[in-house]
């Protein structure tokens, strides 16, 4: 079954609005939707924010039969092209907070890991199909770059940008991805830029936030109709 998540409140209601037959599951500190939404069977879920909140929803989403992920939400632009309301549609994930250097390792490597986590080719084509049918909203592929911190600083952006190459940066995309691979479950990552993660990412993001989640949304929407 298709799974969807997002990490909060705003990314996950407009879906949850229109789940038809609804069903609450209840697991340990998370609640899964299940439903119909445009006639496609999907579970549906808030995960909260940050990686580990992401990584238990996930694991909950998989417990319960998805075989396919979709995360949706908001992320602060670190390609410089990226303006409020664009799509990030991701090719792979990274965790930029993890530094094992020490031992060693990359910056962003878990031992015993992959560096990064690739979203799966089909779900990827889909949504970027998907996001060129919103109007008015432009859609870029890149890396998404996940860490429990919100960025907010010229050098946060040029750190992303110059160690990982990412797109964007978020909270929970590779923490999901994580634990998708680990299960050999596809999943993609689509993100609406709410802010470009700069001294005004702050004010930004809670002015944009709710209105760029509708881009989100709409991309998923479009992808229903394409699964
Ligand atoms: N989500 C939205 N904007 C973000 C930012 N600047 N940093 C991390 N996560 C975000």
């Known amino acids: 079954m298709l799974a969807i998540m997002g990490a909060m409140d705003e990314e996950i209601e407009l879906l949850l609005a229109d789940l038809q037959d609804r069903e609450t599951l209840e697991r340990p500190g998370v609640t899964l939707y299940r439903g119909v939404l445009d006639g496609v069977p999907v579970l549906l879920t ?12 996930a694991t909950f989403l998989l417990v319960a039969g998805a075989s396919r992920v979709i995360f949706t939400g908001v992320a602060g632009g670190i390609h410089p092209e990226l303006r409020v309301g664009d799509i990030v549609v991701s090719t792979d994930l990274v965790q930029h907070d993890v530094d094992v250097t020490a031992l060693g390792y990359e910056l962003g490597t878990i031992p015993g890991e992959a560096p990064a986590w690739a979203a799966d080719e089909r779900l990827r084509a889909v949504a970027l199909n998907a996001a060129g049918e919103v109007a ?4 870029l592929e890149g890396r998404v770059a996940s860490g429990d911190q919100f960025i907010a600083s010229r050098e946060g952006v040029q750190r992303l940008w110059t160690q990982f190459g990412a797109a964007c ?13 680990k299960a050999g479950v596809p999943f993609v990552v689509i993100r609406s830029v709410s802010d470009t993660a700069d001294h005004d990412a702050n004010v930004d993001y809670r002015t944009f936030m709710p209105l760029v989640a509708r881009h989100a949304k709409q991309v998923v929407r479009g992808m229903l109709a394409r699964l």
């Open 46 to 57: 808030k995960s909260g924010i940050g990686k580990v909140n992401a990584a238990v929803a």
């Open 136 to 139: 008015g909203v432009r859609a």
């Open 169 to 181: 940066a978020e909270m929970e995309g590779a923490a999901v991805a994580q634990v998708c691979a």
